[in-house]
Nanobody
Framework: QVKLVESGGGLVQPGGSLRLSCEASGFSSDRYAIGWFRQAPGKEREGVACITNSDDRIYYADSAKGRFTVFRENGKNKVYLQMNNLRSEDTAVYYC?????????????????????????????????WGQGTQVTVSS
């Protein structure tokens, strides 16, 4: 059974840091693109950071550039989101997701940017699997 489990959320003061973890089971996460998304109250879910299966491309939303880093620990089937210099507007439920379809598409279309495609998709429900989410609250 394909499963993703997020952890590491919590309450942090502005300017602080958190590291979110996404652990995959039932499949090898290094065959999939993995993305971090978030949904703030009253807002649509948005892509924050996505990494391809081969780690050769990473996409960051403008709001994440320079502050967030996504990286894999393949031996442990985990993908992390390191978040620094957190702001109140980063408050949201953070989800990780896995995408195989775009990886397979890129095998036939090598110029296709899987990470960007995954993070900016308008069809998030088409992604292969989702975790249950972890709450991040940035407040003093």
């Amino acid at each position: 059974q394909v499963k993703l489990v997020e952890s590491g959320g919590g309450l942090v003061q502005p300017g602080g840091s958190l590291r979110l973890s996404c652990e995959a089971s039932g499949f090898s996460s290094d065959r999939y693109a993995i993305g971090w998304f978030r949904q703030a109250p009253g807002k649509e879910r948005e892509g924050v950071a996505c990494i391809t299966n081969s780690d050769d491309r990473i996409y960051y939303a403008d709001s994440a550039k320079g502050r967030f880093t996504v990286f894999r620990e393949n031996g442990k089937n985990k993908v992390y989101l390191q978040m620094n210099n957190l702001r109140s507007e980063d408050t949201a439920v953070y989800y990780c997701a896995a995408d195989l379809r775009r990886v397979q598409f890129a095998e036939q279309n090598p110029f296709y940017n899987v990470a960007r495609g995954m993070c900016t998709t308008q069809s998030q429900d088409s992604l292969h699997a989702w975790g249950q989410g972890t709450q991040v609250t940035v407040s003093s």
